[in-house]
Protein backbone atom coordinates (compact mmCIF):
# COMPACT_ATOMS: atom_id res chain seq x y z
CA UNK A 1 0.00 0.00 0.00
CA UNK A 2 1.43 3.20 -0.79
CA UNK A 3 1.83 6.07 1.41
CA UNK A 4 -0.63 8.30 -0.52
CA UNK A 5 -3.44 5.32 -0.38
CA UNK A 6 -2.84 4.94 3.51
CA UNK A 7 -2.78 8.78 4.16
CA UNK A 8 -6.02 8.77 2.14
CA UNK A 9 -7.97 6.04 4.27
CA UNK A 10 -6.49 7.56 7.27
CA UNK A 11 -8.59 11.08 6.31
CA UNK A 12 -11.61 9.12 5.19
CA UNK A 13 -12.03 7.32 8.36
CA UNK A 14 -10.87 10.22 10.64
CA UNK A 15 -14.04 12.14 8.69
CA UNK A 16 -16.27 8.82 9.61
CA UNK A 17 -15.34 9.10 13.12
CA UNK A 18 -15.66 12.95 13.22
CA UNK A 19 -19.30 12.39 11.75
CA UNK A 20 -20.45 9.59 14.39
CA UNK A 21 -19.72 11.75 16.93
CA UNK A 22 -21.35 14.55 15.53
CA UNK A 23 -24.79 12.90 15.07
CA UNK A 24 -23.84 11.46 18.74
CA UNK A 25 -23.63 14.78 20.32
CA UNK A 26 -26.89 16.13 18.19
CA UNK A 27 -29.03 13.08 18.52
CA UNK A 28 -28.01 12.47 22.31
CA UNK A 29 -30.74 14.29 23.84
CA UNK A 30 -30.83 15.77 27.34
CA UNK A 31 -34.11 14.83 29.47
CA UNK A 32 -34.37 19.08 30.41
CA UNK A 33 -33.33 22.08 28.40
CA UNK A 34 -34.54 25.39 28.39
CA UNK A 35 -36.41 26.23 24.84
CA UNK A 36 -33.36 28.42 23.40
CA UNK A 37 -31.22 25.33 23.65
CA UNK A 38 -34.04 22.76 22.14
CA UNK A 39 -34.25 25.14 19.31
CA UNK A 40 -30.83 25.62 18.61
CA UNK A 41 -30.40 21.97 18.36
CA UNK A 42 -33.51 21.59 16.46
CA UNK A 43 -35.40 19.65 19.01
CA UNK A 44 -38.49 21.58 19.13
CA UNK A 45 -40.15 24.62 17.19
CA UNK A 46 -42.16 27.26 18.45
CA UNK A 47 -45.32 29.09 17.61
CA UNK A 48 -45.93 32.15 20.21
CA UNK A 49 -49.09 34.04 19.74
CA UNK A 50 -50.28 37.16 21.39
CA UNK A 51 -53.26 37.16 24.02
CA UNK A 52 -53.11 40.54 25.52
CA UNK A 53 -51.00 42.85 27.48
CA UNK A 54 -50.38 40.18 30.02
CA UNK A 55 -50.48 36.80 28.20
CA UNK A 56 -49.18 34.43 25.33
CA UNK A 57 -50.23 31.25 23.82
CA UNK A 58 -47.52 29.23 23.40
CA UNK A 59 -46.84 25.52 21.22
CA UNK A 60 -44.07 23.78 21.37
CA UNK A 61 -43.53 20.75 19.14
CA UNK A 62 -40.62 17.68 19.04
CA UNK A 63 -40.31 14.31 18.09
CA UNK A 64 -38.30 13.73 21.75
CA UNK A 65 -39.83 12.84 24.54
CA UNK A 66 -38.35 15.38 27.10
CA UNK A 67 -38.87 17.89 29.50
CA UNK A 68 -38.61 21.89 27.92
CA UNK A 69 -38.31 24.80 29.99
CA UNK A 70 -39.57 28.55 29.48
CA UNK A 71 -37.64 30.52 32.39
CA UNK A 72 -38.52 33.25 33.66
CA UNK A 73 -37.38 36.39 31.48
CA UNK A 74 -37.23 34.37 28.37
CA UNK A 75 -37.67 36.95 25.78
CA UNK A 76 -40.59 36.78 22.60
CA UNK A 77 -39.44 39.33 20.01
CA UNK A 78 -42.39 40.10 17.73
CA UNK A 79 -42.64 40.34 13.99
CA UNK A 80 -44.21 43.19 13.64
CA UNK A 81 -42.12 46.84 14.30
CA UNK A 82 -44.86 48.19 15.38
CA UNK A 83 -45.86 45.48 18.16
CA UNK A 84 -44.22 45.33 21.84
CA UNK A 85 -41.72 42.53 22.62
CA UNK A 86 -42.74 39.96 25.73
CA UNK A 87 -40.87 38.64 28.49
CA UNK A 88 -41.53 35.39 30.18
CA UNK A 89 -42.91 36.52 33.84
CA UNK A 90 -43.36 32.99 35.19
CA UNK A 91 -41.12 29.49 34.34
CA UNK A 92 -43.08 27.42 32.73
CA UNK A 93 -42.42 23.60 31.90
CA UNK A 94 -43.86 21.53 28.56
CA UNK A 95 -43.83 18.51 28.89
CA UNK A 96 -43.15 15.39 26.17
CA UNK A 97 -44.10 12.04 27.25
CA UNK A 98 -45.94 10.71 23.89
CA UNK A 99 -43.47 12.16 20.87
CA UNK A 100 -41.91 10.02 17.87
CA UNK A 101 -39.26 10.90 15.50
CA UNK A 102 -42.27 10.33 13.01
CA UNK A 103 -44.92 11.37 15.35
CA UNK A 104 -44.20 14.81 16.55
CA UNK A 105 -46.04 16.00 20.12
CA UNK A 106 -47.49 19.58 20.51
CA UNK A 107 -48.22 21.13 23.77
CA UNK A 108 -50.37 24.54 24.21
CA UNK A 109 -49.99 26.77 27.06
CA UNK A 110 -50.51 30.38 28.51
CA UNK A 111 -48.34 31.98 29.79
CA UNK A 112 -48.15 35.08 31.77
CA UNK A 113 -45.62 37.66 30.10
CA UNK A 114 -44.43 41.38 30.50
CA UNK A 115 -44.82 43.82 28.06
CA UNK A 116 -41.24 45.73 27.39
CA UNK A 117 -41.66 48.67 25.63
CA UNK A 118 -44.13 50.46 26.77
CA UNK A 119 -44.68 53.17 23.67
CA UNK A 120 -45.38 50.51 21.46
CA UNK A 121 -48.96 48.70 20.44
CA UNK A 122 -50.00 46.00 22.68
CA UNK A 123 -50.01 42.70 21.28
CA UNK A 124 -53.24 41.30 20.15
CA UNK A 125 -54.38 37.62 19.16
CA UNK A 126 -53.02 38.35 15.74
CA UNK A 127 -49.54 38.91 16.82
CA UNK A 128 -47.04 36.65 16.30
CA UNK A 129 -43.40 36.36 18.03
CA UNK A 130 -40.03 35.00 17.91
CA UNK A 131 -38.55 33.41 20.90
CA UNK A 132 -34.77 34.34 21.75
CA UNK A 133 -32.34 34.61 24.21
CA UNK A 134 -31.21 37.17 26.73
CA UNK A 135 -28.21 37.34 28.48
CA UNK A 136 -28.83 36.40 32.66
CA UNK A 137 -27.16 39.59 33.38
CA UNK A 138 -29.59 41.35 31.59
CA UNK A 139 -31.33 43.89 34.65
CA UNK A 140 -35.11 43.24 32.58
CA UNK A 141 -34.74 39.65 32.89
CA UNK A 142 -33.61 39.71 36.52
CA UNK A 143 -35.93 42.02 37.53
CA UNK A 144 -38.15 39.64 36.19
CA UNK A 145 -36.78 36.40 38.07
CA UNK A 146 -36.71 38.67 41.30
CA UNK A 147 -40.49 39.53 40.66
CA UNK A 148 -41.75 35.72 39.47
CA UNK A 149 -42.06 35.00 43.40
CA UNK A 150 -43.65 37.80 44.50
CA UNK A 151 -46.63 38.05 45.37
CA UNK A 152 -47.95 41.93 44.49
CA UNK A 153 -50.84 41.81 41.47
CA UNK A 154 -49.07 41.99 37.73
CA UNK A 155 -50.05 45.02 36.68
CA UNK A 156 -47.85 46.36 39.44
CA UNK A 157 -45.33 44.19 38.51
CA UNK A 158 -45.45 45.24 34.86
CA UNK A 159 -45.28 48.94 35.56
CA UNK A 160 -42.02 47.98 37.59
CA UNK A 161 -40.60 46.18 34.50
CA UNK A 162 -41.24 49.09 32.47
CA UNK A 163 -39.84 51.60 34.77
CA UNK A 164 -36.50 49.73 33.77
CA UNK A 165 -37.66 48.87 30.00
CA UNK A 166 -37.84 52.34 29.42
CA UNK A 167 -35.64 53.97 31.45
CA UNK A 168 -38.38 55.92 33.46
CA UNK A 169 -35.54 55.44 36.22
CA UNK A 170 -33.33 57.96 34.66
CA UNK A 171 -35.98 60.40 33.78
CA UNK A 172 -37.13 63.06 36.43
CA UNK A 173 -40.78 62.39 37.07
CA UNK A 174 -41.77 65.68 35.16
CA UNK A 175 -40.06 64.18 31.72
CA UNK A 176 -42.21 60.84 32.44
CA UNK A 177 -45.50 63.41 32.52
CA UNK A 178 -44.34 65.30 29.86
CA UNK A 179 -43.22 62.27 27.61
CA UNK A 180 -46.74 60.36 28.19
CA UNK A 181 -48.88 63.50 27.59
CA UNK A 182 -47.09 63.72 24.66
CA UNK A 183 -47.52 60.10 23.56
CA UNK A 184 -51.18 60.07 23.91
CA UNK A 185 -52.05 63.03 22.02
CA UNK A 186 -49.92 62.10 19.54
CA UNK A 187 -51.58 58.85 19.18
CA UNK A 188 -55.34 59.82 18.17
CA UNK A 189 -58.22 61.68 20.07
CA UNK A 190 -59.58 59.49 22.46
CA UNK A 191 -63.11 61.66 22.08
CA UNK A 192 -65.36 60.00 19.98
CA UNK A 193 -66.39 63.72 18.37
CA UNK A 194 -69.67 62.16 16.70
CA UNK A 195 -70.94 61.07 19.93
CA UNK A 196 -70.02 64.49 21.62
CA UNK A 197 -71.84 66.68 18.98
CA UNK A 198 -75.10 64.39 19.66
CA UNK A 199 -74.52 64.97 23.27
CA UNK A 200 -74.12 68.54 22.90
CA UNK A 201 -76.89 68.81 20.31
CA UNK A 202 -78.81 66.94 22.63
CA UNK A 203 -78.47 70.06 25.31
CA UNK A 204 -78.02 72.38 22.75
CA UNK A 205 -80.49 72.00 20.07
CA UNK A 206 -80.34 75.58 19.03
CA UNK A 207 -76.65 74.90 17.93
CA UNK A 208 -75.76 73.23 14.39
CA UNK A 209 -73.34 70.64 13.62
CA UNK A 210 -70.99 73.34 11.86
CA UNK A 211 -71.33 75.34 15.12
CA UNK A 212 -70.57 72.37 17.16
CA UNK A 213 -67.39 70.93 15.49
CA UNK A 214 -65.78 74.85 15.49
CA UNK A 215 -66.16 75.12 19.27
CA UNK A 216 -64.57 71.22 19.76
CA UNK A 217 -61.71 72.50 17.17
CA UNK A 218 -61.26 75.85 18.72
CA UNK A 219 -57.71 76.63 20.28
CA UNK A 220 -59.34 76.68 23.82
CA UNK A 221 -60.80 73.51 23.59
CA UNK A 222 -57.62 71.98 22.44
CA UNK A 223 -55.82 73.68 25.48
CA UNK A 224 -58.64 72.33 28.11
CA UNK A 225 -58.17 69.04 26.34
CA UNK A 226 -54.32 68.53 26.51
CA UNK A 227 -54.45 70.27 30.39
CA UNK A 228 -57.23 67.18 31.14
CA UNK A 229 -54.85 64.36 29.55
CA UNK A 230 -51.85 65.88 31.35
CA UNK A 231 -53.96 65.68 34.93
CA UNK A 232 -54.64 62.41 34.11
CA UNK A 233 -51.48 61.27 32.93
CA UNK A 234 -49.84 62.77 36.14
CA UNK A 235 -52.43 60.67 38.22
CA UNK A 236 -51.03 57.64 36.51
CA UNK A 237 -47.31 58.22 37.07
CA UNK A 238 -47.75 59.27 40.56
CA UNK A 239 -49.32 55.24 40.49
CA UNK A 240 -46.24 54.17 38.58
CA UNK A 241 -43.92 55.56 41.49
CA UNK A 242 -46.34 54.42 44.45
CA UNK A 243 -46.75 50.55 42.80
CA UNK A 244 -43.15 50.19 41.93
CA UNK A 245 -41.11 51.64 44.32
CA UNK A 246 -41.83 49.10 46.84
CA UNK A 247 -40.96 46.19 44.30
CA UNK A 248 -37.91 48.12 42.95
CA UNK A 249 -36.54 48.31 46.34
CA UNK A 250 -37.23 44.79 47.00
CA UNK A 251 -35.50 43.99 44.04
CA UNK A 252 -32.26 45.63 45.11
CA UNK A 253 -32.27 49.17 43.39
CA UNK A 254 -31.87 51.90 45.27
CA UNK A 255 -34.48 54.64 44.81
CA UNK A 256 -32.55 57.04 46.42
CA UNK A 257 -30.19 56.57 42.99
CA UNK A 258 -33.54 57.19 40.54
CA UNK A 259 -33.58 60.97 39.43
CA UNK A 260 -37.65 59.54 38.85
CA UNK A 261 -37.97 59.26 42.41
CA UNK A 262 -36.41 62.28 43.96
CA UNK A 263 -39.76 63.68 44.05
Given at each position: MSKGTKNAIMILVALVLVGGLVAYFKWRVPSKLDVVSAVDRDLVTVEAQGINVGAMKITLTSTRNM???????????????????????????????????????????EIRVYCINRFLEAPTEKSLFQVSYTEETNPIRKLAACLENHDADHYSKQIAIWMVSDKFLNMTFEEVVEKMTGYILSHGDPIDADKLIDMIKTQFPELTEGQIRAIINSPEMREMREESVRKA????????ASKSGPLLETCGYHLKDSKFFQL
Open positions: EILIPVGALFMSQSGGTQNMMAAETVRFVFTNARRDFPQSVTQTREMVEEY
